[in-house]
Structure formats: C-alpha cells, structure tokens
C-alpha cells in the first residue's frame, strides 16, 4: 500500500492518496500520519482519495471501520468541517462507502462519499 499526503494551502485541503490493498492497519497508519499534519495544518478539509484501492469485503468489517472512524473523530478539533471520501466507482464499494460515511455522521463528521475527485474537490471548496 502506498499513500501519498498533498496539502493545498490556498484552498485549506489536506489530500491523502491511497493505492494498493486496505486493512485496518494500513489506514490506522495512515492517520497517524494524517494527525501530524493537520496538527500543523488546522482547520483543513480532508479528501481521502482511495479510488486506487482493492477491498476483499472480509478485510475491513464495520467493527474496523468504527476503529478508523474514531481515530478520525479524534482528530475532529484539528480538522476543518468537511471530509470527502473518494470511492472506485464500483456498487460494492460505493456501497460500503456510504456505510461509513453513515457512521462517520453519526458521529459528528460532515462526511460526504463521492466517485468523481472533481466533485468532491468543489464540495470541499464550497
């Protein structure tokens, strides 16, 4: 798994790249990354573009999502108001994005799921 982490200053977005394989290590990784650079970043919208991700649906079951989405939820304070998760264009894993975008509102994120980065771009500069 490779991620890559782009920060645009003018626009306050953090951009985390992520390709290969995911499990719940990789990304718990990944946002220990994510905390030190919002940390010196605060207040920046988050687009988590995973568009070159694989997901076998027995690698991330929801109680790894809930462990993912609370190490977001920690971070919360040093966020902006916005999270864009950039999906593969797929009905499985559009659909198991929108299940953690369902949980991450539950929690108090603004969490949106899109497939076109473009669009969650302009959501996020809105």
Same mark, same amino acid.
């Given at each position: 798994?490779?991620?890559?982490?782009?920060?645009?200053?003018?626009?306050?977005?953090?951009?985390?790249?992520?390709?290969?394989?995911?499990?719940?290590?990789? =990304? #718990?990784?990944? +946002?220990? !990354?994510?905390?030190?650079? *919002? &940390?010196?970043?605060?207040? $920046?919208? =988050? #687009?988590?573009? +995973?568009? !070159?991700?694989?997901?076998? *649906? &027995?690698?991330?079951?929801? $109680?790894?999502?809930?462990?993912? +989405?609370?190490?977001?939820?920690?971070?919360?304070?040093?966020?902006?108001?916005?999270?864009?998760?950039?999906?593969?264009?797929?009905?499985?894993?559009?659909?198991?994005?929108?299940?953690?975008?369902?949980?991450?509102?539950?929690?108090?994120?603004?969490?949106?799921?899109?497939?076109?980065?473009?669009?969650?771009?302009?959501?996020?500069?809105?």
């Amino acid at each position: 798994m490779d991620v890559r982490f782009d920060i645009d200053k003018e626009h306050k977005i953090i951009t985390g790249v992520v390709s290969g394989a995911l499990h719940r290590d990789v =990304l #718990l990784n990944m +946002l220990a !990354q994510l905390r030190i650079i *919002s &940390s010196n970043n605060t207040g $920046y919208n =988050l #687009l988590f573009d +995973l568009r !070159q991700t694989s997901l076998k *649906s &027995s690698q991330m079951h929801m $109680y790894q999502v809930i462990d993912v +989405l609370s190490s977001i939820v920690d971070l919360k304070e040093q966020l902006g108001d916005k999270i864009a998760h950039v999906a593969p264009d797929s009905e499985d894993r559009v659909e198991h994005a929108l299940k953690i975008g369902a949980l991450a509102n539950i929690r108090g994120l603004n969490y949106e799921v899109f497939t076109d980065r473009d669009l969650a771009w302009k959501w996020l500069r809105e």
